[in-house]
Nanobody
């Protein structure tokens, strides 16, 4: 199983970026897909997750600004990030697991993609 994250880069404050994560999971549609982030010197934290039902979870810090979605036909999960802030700067990781967890207890992880937001 492999998860590959794309789309990181440099954005100005108030700008947008879209992350993608392609997963080579045969039963992709049954997995909870999540995006985590880890800033320098900080613990990895859950940003958003989407269940197989389509229900979503967002951290308070990104509600109203980030949108997670999935395309089961393409085995891909997306994170649309709008109104970016410098505090969103981090390495973003996608993850897949059998159930929603607010911790890092996910079965599969991508390699991470760096998002840098300038003020």
């Amino acid at each position: 199983v492999q998860l590959q994250a794309f789309g990181g880069g440099l954005a100005q404050g108030g700008g947008s970026l879209r992350l993608s994560c392609a997963a080579s999971i045969l039963t992709f549609s049954t997995y909870v897909m999540a995006w985590f982030r880890q800033a320098p010197g900080k613990e990895r934290e859950l940003v958003a997750a989407i269940m197989s039902s389509g229900n979503t979870y967002y951290a308070d810090s990104v509600k109203g600004r980030f949108t997670i979605s999935r395309d089961n036909a393409k085995n891909t999960v997306y994170l649309q990030m709008n109104s970016l802030k410098p505090e969103d700067t981090a390495v973003y990781y996608c993850a897949a697991g059998p159930y929603l967890s607010l911790s890092t207890r996910y079965t599969y992880w991508g390699q991470g993609t760096l998002v840098t937001v300038s003020s």
